[in-house]
C-alpha cells in the first residue's frame, strides 16, 4: 500500500527556521488494515516446532508473535506518514526525522512526534565593501639579522666545555637514578643521557639543579612534577634523581661568511640573505592574507546571524574534538588526560563549530549570488601548475587529482570565494 492512501492527523508543536516539531496520528482503522498486511509478511518467515517454514496457521503466528507484529506495524506507519507530514508544511528535511513519544496498542489509534531539521535559507548579506586594517610589516636588516642568527644556531656543532662547568645553555650528558620516598624507581634511570637546558620543556628543577655543577660532580636534585603532568605515576609526586655530570659541551657557532652558505648549498654569504629575505617577504604575505581573511570572517559572522542544523553543528564540533584528540594521542597523551581536556574544551569548540557551520552557508549563499562556481578550465590549470612543479612525476599529479578531486575543487572554490571578497573590500594599509 503506498503512502498516498495513508490518511492520518498532523499538527505542528514548534517550528523555527531550522526545525520542526509535529505530532501524528494515525487512525485505529488503518492501522487494523496495515496489520494484516504485517501478520502476512511475518507468516512467511514463521517458525514454530511441528509446522514447515511459512505453513505456520494465522492464529499461532499472531499468538508467538504480536510483539514483533506491533514493532513492525509502528515502523511500517510512520515509514509511509512521517514524510507526507513533512511535505504537507512544505519542510524537506536534511537529515532523517528523530521519532518520540509512541503511544499505541492493538485497536486504537497510533500517536507519534517527531523533529526533524532542515537547510536555512541564507541570502548572504553586507559582504561587500567591507572595511579592512591591513598592517604591512616590513622587512628590516634587522629582521634578515635575526634570521641569520637563528640559521646559525640551528648549524651550530657541540664541543665540549674547557671549564667543565654547567651554564644555562649548556648541554649537560648526565646518568641519572631515581628515588621515591627513598626507594629506587627502576623506570627512571638513565645512563650518558643529554639534557638540553636551553629547551623550553626541560623541567625547571632539573635545569636549576644542574646549573654550575661540574664534569665528575654527582647531585642529588629533588624535583616535583606539576599536578596535570602528562605521565599520572608521577603527577604530584617527588622524585630525588641521584645525577651524576659525565660531559658538559656548549654550542659552537660557524661563522657567518660564504662558507656556511655554501655548507646550505648556497652560492655565498650575499645568497643566503636574499633567500632569507624572500623566505621573510613570503611569510609575511601569509601573514598579510590570513589576517585579511580573519577580518572578513569576522564581517560575515557578525552581519549575518541566523539558526543553523543542530545536528550539523554536532558533527563539526564531533570532528574538531576528535581531531584534538588525535592530535593529542599522537603527542603521547593519555586517554585520561584527553578525557579532561575534552570536558574542558567541550563549549569553545561548540561555539567554534557553529561558527564554522554558519561561515559555510554564508560563503555557499555569496558563491550563489556571484556565481563563483569552480570551472574546468579551473581545475586544469591547477593540474597543470602542479605538473609544472613536478615534471618528472606528471602521472602520479594525475592520479591524484583523479582520486582528491572533489577536495581539490572545494579549495579552488574558498581560494576563488576570498580571492572575490578581498578584491571588494575597502582596504586601508598602514605600514609598521
Same mark, same amino acid.
Given at each position: 500500500?503506498?503512502?498516498?492512501?495513508?490518511?492520518?492527523?498532523?499538527?505542528?508543536?514548534?517550528?523555527?527556521?531550522?526545525?520542526?516539531?509535529?505530532?501524528?496520528?494515525?487512525?485505529?482503522?488503518?492501522?487494523?488494515?496495515?496489520?494484516?498486511?504485517?501478520?502476512?509478511?511475518?507468516?512467511?518467515?514463521?517458525?514454530?516446532?511441528?509446522?514447515?517454514?511459512?505453513?505456520?496457521?494465522?492464529?499461532?503466528?499472531?499468538?508467538?508473535?504480536?510483539?514483533?507484529?506491533?514493532?513492525?506495524?509502528?515502523?511500517?506507519?510512520?515509514?509511509?506518514?512521517?514524510?507526507?507530514?513533512?511535505?504537507?508544511?512544505?519542510?524537506?528535511?536534511?537529515?532523517?526525522?528523530?521519532?518520540?513519544?509512541?503511544?499505541?496498542?492493538?485497536?486504537?489509534?497510533?500517536?507519534?512526534?517527531?523533529?526533524?531539521?532542515?537547510?536555512?535559507?541564507?541570502?548572504?548579506?553586507?559582504?561587500?565593501?567591507?572595511?579592512?586594517?591591513?598592517?604591512?610589516?616590513?622587512?628590516?636588516?634587522?629582521?634578515?639579522?635575526?634570521?641569520?642568527?637563528?640559521?646559525?644556531?640551528?648549524?651550530?656543532?657541540?664541543?665540549?666545555?674547557?671549564?667543565?662547568?654547567?651554564?644555562?645553555?649548556?648541554?649537560?650528558?648526565?646518568?641519572?637514578?631515581?628515588?621515591?620516598?627513598?626507594?629506587?624507581?627502576?623506570?627512571?634511570?638513565?645512563?650518558?643521557?643529554?639534557?638540553?637546558?636551553?629547551?623550553?620543556?626541560?623541567?625547571?628543577?632539573?635545569?636549576?639543579?644542574?646549573?654550575?655543577?661540574?664534569?665528575?660532580?654527582?647531585?642529588?636534585?629533588?624535583?616535583?612534577?606539576?599536578?596535570?603532568?602528562?605521565?599520572?605515576?608521577?603527577?604530584?609526586?617527588?622524585?630525588?634523581?641521584?645525577?651524576?655530570?659525565? #660531559?658538559? /659541551?656548549?654550542?659552537?657557532?660557524? $661563522?657567518? *661568511?660564504?662558507? !656556511? =652558505?655554501?655548507? %646550505?648549498?648556497?652560492?655565498?654569504?650575499?645568497?643566503?640573505?636574499?633567500?632569507?629575505?624572500?623566505?621573510?617577504?613570503?611569510?609575511?604575505?601569509?601573514?598579510?592574507?590570513?589576517?585579511?581573511?580573519?577580518?572578513?570572517?569576522?564581517?560575515?559572522?557578525?552581519?549575518?546571524?541566523?539558526?543553523?542544523?543542530?545536528?550539523?553543528?554536532?558533527?563539526?564540533?564531533?570532528?574538531?574534538?576528535?581531531?584534538?584528540?588525535?592530535?593529542?594521542?599522537?603527542?603521547?597523551?593519555?586517554?585520561?588526560?584527553?578525557?579532561?581536556?575534552?570536558?574542558?574544551? #567541550?563549549? /569553545?569548540?561548540?561555539?567554534?563549530? $557553529?561558527? *564554522?557551520?554558519? !561561515? =559555510?552557508?554564508? %560563503?555557499?549563499?555569496?558563491?550563489?549570488?556571484?556565481?563563483?562556481?569552480?570551472?574546468?578550465?579551473?581545475?586544469?590549470?591547477?593540474?597543470?601548475?602542479?605538473?609544472?612543479?613536478?615534471?618528472?612525476?606528471?602521472?602520479?599529479?594525475?592520479?591524484?587529482?583523479?582520486?582528491?578531486?572533489?577536495?581539490?575543487?572545494?579549495?579552488?572554490?574558498?581560494?576563488?570565494?576570498?580571492?572575490?571578497?578581498?578584491?571588494?573590500?575597502?582596504?586601508?594599509?598602514?605600514?609598521?
Amino acid at each position: 500500500m503506498s503512502a498516498a492512501k495513508y490518511e492520518f492527523k498532523s499538527k505542528v508543536l514548534e517550528k523555527k527556521p531550522c526545525l520542526i516539531s509535529m505530532e501524528v496520528e494515525v487512525a485505529s482503522s488503518q492501522a487494523e488494515n496495515e496489520l494484516e498486511n504485517v501478520y502476512n509478511s511475518i507468516q512467511k518467515g514463521a517458525k514454530i516446532a511441528g509446522f514447515r517454514a511459512g505453513k505456520v496457521p494465522m492464529d499461532m503466528v499472531k499468538k508467538n508473535y504480536s510483539d514483533l507484529a506491533k514493532e513492525k506495524l509502528i515502523e511500517s506507519l510512520v515509514q509511509k506518514t512521517v514524510f507526507n507530514a513533512l511535505e504537507q508544511e512544505k519542510f524537506v528535511p536534511i537529515t532523517m526525522p528523530v521519532i518520540t513519544n509512541i503511544d499505541y496498542d492493538f485497536g486504537k489509534d497510533l500517536k507519534y512526534s517527531f523533529k526533524a531539521e532542515c537547510q536555512p535559507e541564507v541570502a548572504a548579506k553586507d559582504y561587500k565593501e567591507i572595511k579592512i586594517n591591513k598592517e604591512i610589516h616590513k622587512i628590516t636588516d634587522e629582521k634578515i639579522n635575526a634570521e641569520l642568527e637563528t640559521v646559525r644556531d640551528r648549524n651550530a656543532s657541540l664541543v665540549v666545555s674547557e671549564d667543565g662547568v654547567v651554564k644555562k645553555d649548556s648541554f649537560a650528558i648526565v646518568s641519572y637514578e631515581g628515588f621515591m620516598d627513598g626507594k629506587a624507581v627502576e623506570k627512571i634511570k638513565a645512563k650518558e643521557f643529554m639534557i638540553d637546558l636551553s629547551a623550553p620543556n626541560t623541567l625547571q628543577g632539573f635545569k636549576d639543579g644542574l646549573v654550575n655543577a661540574k664534569k665528575g660532580e654527582t647531585k642529588d636534585i629533588e624535583i616535583e612534577y606539576p599536578a596535570d603532568y602528562l605521565n599520572k605515576e608521577l603527577a604530584g609526586k617527588k622524585v630525588m634523581f641521584k645525577t651524576t655530570i659525565e #660531559e658538559v /659541551k656548549n654550542k659552537k657557532l660557524p $661563522e657567518l *661568511n660564504d662558507d !656556511l =652558505a655554501k655548507d %646550505l648549498g648556497l652560492e655565498n654569504l650575499e645568497d643566503l640573505k636574499k633567500r632569507i629575505k624572500d623566505s621573510l617577504e613570503a611569510e609575511e604575505t601569509r601573514r598579510q592574507n590570513s589576517e585579511v581573511e580573519r577580518q572578513i570572517v569576522d564581517h560575515l559572522l557578525n552581519k549575518n546571524k541566523f539558526d543553523v542544523p543542530e545536528s550539523v553543528v554536532l558533527n563539526q564540533k564531533n570532528y574538531l574534538i576528535k581531531r584534538m584528540s588525535d592530535y593529542m594521542k599522537s603527542q603521547g597523551a593519555n586517554e585520561e588526560f584527553i578525557k579532561k581536556q575534552v570536558e574542558a574544551s #567541550e563549549a /569553545k569548540y561548540a561555539e567554534e563549530a $557553529e561558527k *564554522n557551520v554558519r !561561515l =559555510a552557508y554564508i %560563503l555557499n549563499s555569496v558563491t550563489a549570488q556571484e556565481k563563483l562556481e569552480v570551472t574546468k578550465e579551473d581545475l586544469d590549470a591547477e593540474k597543470q601548475k602542479m605538473i609544472d612543479a613536478n615534471p618528472k612525476r606528471k602521472e602520479d599529479v594525475e592520479n591524484y587529482f583523479k582520486e582528491n578531486l572533489e577536495n581539490i575543487s572545494s579549495s579552488l572554490k574558498e581560494e576563488k570565494i576570498f580571492k572575490f571578497l578581498t578584491d571588494n573590500a575597502k582596504i586601508t594599509e598602514k605600514t609598521k
